[in-house]
């Protein structure tokens, strides 16, 4: 796997460009700083999967474990419920496809919408605000 390729994408899946770490804090990526950033603890996910030798989590036996769990309360400022799809989408077209397609997938987690609720797709584009309208009979 090219190193230059991994270098935004951290072993836990989030990609770490679009992270809000590297603009508050002149971060790097994960893997560059060592899994610290800024002065924080070391992150105990990059310790665990550099530890057993992988590249990302979903190499791991164990893989989803609790490391990976969505925070309810963070979601807007941590991308951690990224994570799980974000490895998911790696093991399943590599990192050289999903390198391609990741930042548009990762705007739409920052900045996308539900249309509809239920199993729709994010989106950038605006909600029709008749959507939810009762219909006249």
């Known amino acids: 796997m090219p190193e230059d390729l991994k270098e935004w994408h951290a072993p836990c ?8 770490g590297v603009k508050a ?3 790097r ?23 057993k030798g992988h ?10 474990c609790e490391r990976l769990m969505p925070i ?6 941590i ?17 050289e ?7 548009e997938i990762t705007t739409k987690y920052y900045k996308g919408k539900k249309i509809r609720y239920g199993g729709d797709k994010l989106t950038l584009k605006k909600k029709d605000p008749n959507l939810y309208k009762k219909k006249k009979n």
């Open 13 to 20: 899946g989030i990609y770490c460009k679009m992270c809000p």
């Open 25 to 27: 804090y002149g971060c």
């Open 29 to 51: 990526g994960c893997r560059t700083e060592k899994g610290q950033v800024h002065k924080l603890p070391i992150c105990e996910t990059y310790q665990c999967v550099i530890g």
């Open 55 to 64: 590249d990302f989590c979903y190499e791991c036996e164990e893989f989803p």
């Open 72 to 77: 309810v309360n963070y979601e807007i400022f």
């Open 79 to 95: 991308p951690n419920n990224s994570k799980v799809f974000n490895l998911v989408m790696i093991e399943k077209l590599g990192i």
């Open 97 to 103: 496809e999903w390198n391609k397609r990741c930042e």
